[in-house]
């Protein structure tokens, strides 16, 4: 059974920095694909970064890119999403997917499993 679990939420300053962390269990995970995306409240839930857990390929969103780090612990099946210079829009309920489907990394139809979220609030 394929279980994710976030964790690492909380509030931060702008400017500040926090670390999400989805821990995996139930497939291998060392030959796919992991995604973290975020919603907030009345708007689409958007993809912000993938890695590929075996090849080590990244991808990240346009809003994230150079502030963002997504990475792999290959031994913990954890993978985390460093947040650096954190803005107020950043503040969402940040979700880890795994299994996609192919297609646009960027959307959720395209993933099979999901885990229950940690939300992010970043004040100005």
């Known amino acids: 059974q394929v279980q994710l679990a976030e964790s690492g939420g909380g509030s931060a300053q702008a400017g500040g920095s926090l670390r999400l962390s989805c821990a995996a269990s139930g497939f291998v995970y060392s030959d796919h694909w992991m995604a973290w995306f975020r919603q907030a409240p009345g708007k689409k839930r958007e993809g912000v970064a993938t890695i590929h857990t075996g090849v080590g390929s990244t991808l990240y969103s346009d809003s994230v890119q150079g502030r963002f780090t997504i990475s792999p612990d290959n031994v913990k099946n954890t993978v985390y999403l460093q947040m650096n210079n954190l803005k107020p829009e950043d503040t969402s309920m940040y979700y880890c997917?795994?299994?996609?489907?192919?297609?646009?990394?960027?959307?959720?139809?395209?993933?099979?499993?999901w885990g229950q979220g940690t939300q992010v609030t970043v004040s100005s």
């Open positions: 997917a795994t299994q996609t489907v192919g297609g646009d990394w960027r959307r959720p139809e395209n993933y099979n499993y």
